[in-house]
């Protein structure tokens, strides 16, 4: 079964400090790599997407993630982080089968300190 | 505004007590998702819907019961719920079932307390 792999769990960090977070997907054929966040209270939003085109995909508030095919990644950084980066990450795979089956992965609670 | 909405947001209730969480988008999606969210565990999908009466399971569908009799509307039904349905709920709807590269709009959740 298709299955997403997010190997942070809790994430600390000062404010100003770099942010990676690692997400490996086990699917062989094509993809559609997302990442959402939730802040504390609210519902998932979209933070970017990859399905086509240049691996290095930029979003919203300063965020970016890579595609890498050759190791089934789609890692998420941003280099300096803030306190309002406090939240709940998601790596979301929509396989490409021609119809929507989104799997998330587990989540990464990151937590920056002022 | 654009926008998935989700009644009620919070509910406790006992064991066995049917109940129904409402979900409603006004973008005219074809879409629809229920998922349910557990530390750990992330989100996991209950069922979807690909149209008005085009439902399917998801991958714990266990325990759980929907409908789509109109575009906009996917309800949530729990006809006997259990302690093990305690969660956090969130509905979901995207353009088309056939555009896996759209984004999920999500709406803001419901917390079940099941005692």
């Known amino acids: 079964a298709q299955s997403v792999s997010q190997h942070n769990h809790h994430v600390i960090l000062s404010e100003a400090a770099s942010l990676e977070l690692g997400c490996n997907y086990s699917?062989?054929?094509?993809?559609?790599l997302f990442w959402y966040v939730q802040y504390p209270g609210q519902h998932l939003q979209l933070l970017l997407k990859?399905?086509?085109?240049?691996?290095l995909v930029k979003g919203i508030k300063g965020f970016e993630a890579e595609f890498i095919k050759s190791k089934f990644s789609f890692n998420l950084r941003k280099p300096s982080v803030q306190w309002s980066d406090t939240a709940e990450y998601f790596c979301?795979?929509?396989?490409?089968?021609?119809?929507?089956?989104?799997?998330f992965g587990t989540g990464t609670r990151l937590l920056v300190s002022p | 505004e654009a926008q998935v909405t989700q009644n009620p947001r919070y509910l406790i209730t006992v064991t066995g007590k049917k109940l129904t969480v409402t979900c409603s988008q006004n973008?005219?999606?074809?879409?629809m998702s229920w998922y349910r969210q557990d530390p750990g565990l992330g989100l996991r999908q209950i069922y979807y819907?690909?149209?008005?009466?085009?439902?399917d399971k998801g991958d714990v569908p266990e325990g759980y019961k929907v409908s789509r009799k109109e575009k906009r509307n996917f309800p949530l039904i729990l006809e006997s719920p259990s302690p093990n349905q305690t969660s956090l709920y969130f509905c979901?709807?995207?353009?088309?079932?056939?555009?896996?590269?759209?984004?999920?709009?999500f709406g803001p959740g419901t917390r079940l307390t099941v005692l």
């Open positions: 979901a709807s995207s353009l088309s079932a056939g555009r896996p590269w759209d984004e999920q709009f």
């Open positions: 699917y062989g054929g094509t993809v559609n």
């Open positions: 990859y399905f086509s085109g240049d691996p």
């Open positions: 979301a795979v929509n396989l490409n089968t021609g119809f929507q089956k989104l799997v």
């Open positions: 973008m005219n999606h074809e879409y």
């Open positions: 819907s690909m149209n008005v009466e085009v439902t």
